[in-house]
């Protein structure tokens, strides 16, 4: 279960109806019209109970609706989110964001340009938002890697440009992943300092634990949200798959305000359903419910050959076939199609750094599957992908 919404500093967290949660949703039902998307599409709705105490306000509890829509082809990912509280006062609260991120370059060395736009609407207020981009530049190395990204833009009352430089260390191993972020930020003739580490541990089950804590250290500026500098903070959350369309979550923690997304701090404890409403892609037909089930034969089996830069991927079939594409993390999930060499054998050559990658392959349009012989884990769509290591 996501954390609540955060609540606009400038006005209590006690807001009127929004229609701004809604947003993501129109979104999530254009997407499931039509036929299947050839990237990978994920849309989910969150229903949960949360008790929270805003920095300044007094603990409060609240019914949580958060749709969320995601979108890859590509280098191109959309993010769009969506929340909506009721309190106990019977007041209410909603916001939504809509976020894009491009990436160009391949190896390992990548450029990734941004974008976020926010809203978000309380009881006496008018509507707030944020619009911001952000510029990154990614360095990876196998199962490691760095960033460094600045972020500028606008904030809702054009009060001030707020600015934030930071930098991130990332170590991904078979199901842990850690990431270390450094975050600089000014705004409202202040500064703020985050130095922040997280770990996620995924089974392949589809069980997921994650951590986050950090401290910062700021120099006030002018405003409500300066108001409560928070040290040292922490968040955690448990999620639990209960089939191939739902899973039980519970989170809780204490997170800053973000005087640059005009945003309070909080303590919280959450929890609820997560019910998966697309996400075609990317999945087994006939899925069971248990994703540690044995995966029937496909029929057929991939093999990684070569040294250096370039390597051959090659496809055995058991059968004759028109058509064999694949699409994984080192085609950033672009459909290739493999060129045929034998009357069962299909191959692609291409540069592929070491690491540990996903990928599905497709016969003759049908659907995404996990080759016979390699290690297959759940994915964040409810599916299979398979799981290949190059060395």
Partial sequence: MPRPAPADRTEPPCPAQSRWGWVVGGLWLIAGVGHPISAQTSGRIGLGLSYIEYDGFL????????????????GLAVVGRGSWARFESGRQVGEASVGASAFAGRGRWRVEGAGTFGLSKYSESGVAGHALAT???????????????????????????????????????????FTSTATVGWVDRGRLIDLAGSLRWRSDAGVELEGRAGNRWTRPGVGRLWENP????????????????????????????????????????????????????????????????????????????????????????????????????FTDWEVVQLARTGPTTWRLEMTIEPGVYRFNVRIDGGEWLVPDGVRAESNEFGGRVGVVIVR
Avoid: C, K
């Avoid at 609706?65 to 890859?72: A, G, I, N």
């Avoid at 190395?141 to 430089?165: F, N």
């Avoid at 609820?272 to 996400?279: F, M, V, Y």
């Fill in 59 to 74: 603990a409060t509890g609240a019914a949580v609706v958060t749709p969320s829509l995601r979108l890859e082809r590509g």
């Fill in 135 to 177: 510029g990154r530049l990614h360095f990876t190395r196998g199962r490691e890697g760095l960033w460094t990204a600045v972020t500028t833009g606008a904030t809702g009352d054009g009060s001030s440009t707020p600015v934030e430089v930071a930098v991130a260390g990332w170590l991904r191993a078979d199901r842990l992943s």
């Fill in 230 to 329: 928070r040290g040292a903070y922490g968040e955690a959350s448990l999620t639990v798959p209960l089939g191939s369309r739902l899973a039980f979550a519970v989170s809780g923690g204490t997170f800053g305000a973000d005087p640059v997304r005009r945003s309070v701090g909080a303590r919280y404890l959450s929890t609820g359903l997560s019910i998966r409403a697309l996400g075609r892609e990317l999945r087994r037909p006939n899925p069971t419910a248990n994703p540690s089930a044995p995966i029937p034969s496909t029929g057929i089996r991939f093999l990684a050959e070569g040294s250096g830069p370039t390597r051959r991927l090659t496809a055995r079939l058991d059968r004759p076939v028109q058509r064999v594409e694949i699409m994984a993390d």
